[in-house]
């Protein structure tokens, strides 16, 4: 299965420069936890931001809402191309321990995401996803981290 098959198309997407409390927003207007972060020009995803990174990287921190997605986004994002197999995006999620993973053009340009309610949606049927390996995707994933990762 081909990740265009699975994939959520034109996902909303933020800017570095935005506040969080903007995120927030859009979070709760897209019921969605989590936004990916283009670079404001060309549309090349440069990271990701989290409703969990908002919690842990910045109001743990002190910091409030106008407090600004750079101040807090993951920006080491791996993603994945739409012509990738499934198991390109498997695999991203198990080894970064992720539950989401940002899909783009050749140029870098935001175009998708696979969450990993989308994998579990796609367990059934001939060559979607098998039970084992989306077991063994969530389980990678739920994995306890080392250690929290520092704010930004």
Known sequence: MKVSELMTQNPVSVRPDQTLRDVALLMRQHDCGCLPVNDGNGGQVVG?????????????????????????????VACCGPDDDIDSVERIMSE??????????RQGRLVGIVAQADLARATNGEGTISEKDLAEVVESVSQPSPSPSPAR
């Open 48 to 76: 990701v931001v989290t409703d969990r990174d908002i919690v842990t990287r910045a109001i743990a921190a002190g910091r409030n809402g106008d407090s600004t997605v750079q101040d807090v986004m993951t920006r080491d």
């Open 96 to 105: 970064r321990q992720v539950r989401r993973v940002p899909i783009v053009d």
